[in-house]
C-alpha cells in the first residue's frame, strides 16, 4: 500500500509511531524503516500483532467499503475477511484492505461462512508495524 508518513512522535516506551495518510484513512502506527528517511510516500507492508477475537476486536460490519480510523483508543481497519484452510478447525485469516492484504493468523470464536464478510478489527497503534519497501 502506498502511504504518506507526515509526523514522527515517541511513545514514553520509545516507540516511535509515525501518521499515515492512506487513500482510506489516516491512523498511527509503528515505523520499522530509517527514521531519517520516514517522511515521505512509502510503499508499505502491514503487521498487526494481536490475537484476534470473534465478537470483541474483531466484528462484523454492514459497510462494505474499506476504511481505515483512529479514536483515541484504537485503530479501526475494515476490510474482507479472507480465509485459507476453511475445512481446518481454524482457518488462517487475512484482512483485505484496499490494495493491501494483512495477515490476522487464526480468529478465535469465528462463526462458519465468514470468508467474503466485511469486518473491523481494532487494536492499538502499539500493536500495528509498518515496514516500508523499495519497489
Known sequence: MLVQVERLSRTPDDVTLVTLRTPIGTVSACWAGNLEAAAGEHHVEWELDEEFRWGSNCLPV?????CLRQDEHAVFCRGRLGLTGIE???????LELA???????????????????WVEVHLGPEKITIYPYQL
Open 62 to 66: 454492514a459497510v462494505e467499503e474499506p
Open 88 to 94: 481446518a478447525a481454524q482457518p488462517f485469516a487475512h
Open 99 to 117: 490494495d493491501a492484504v494483512i495477515d490476522l493468523g487464526h480468529v478465535d470464536a469465528l462463526p462458519p461462512g465468514m470468508a467474503g464478510a
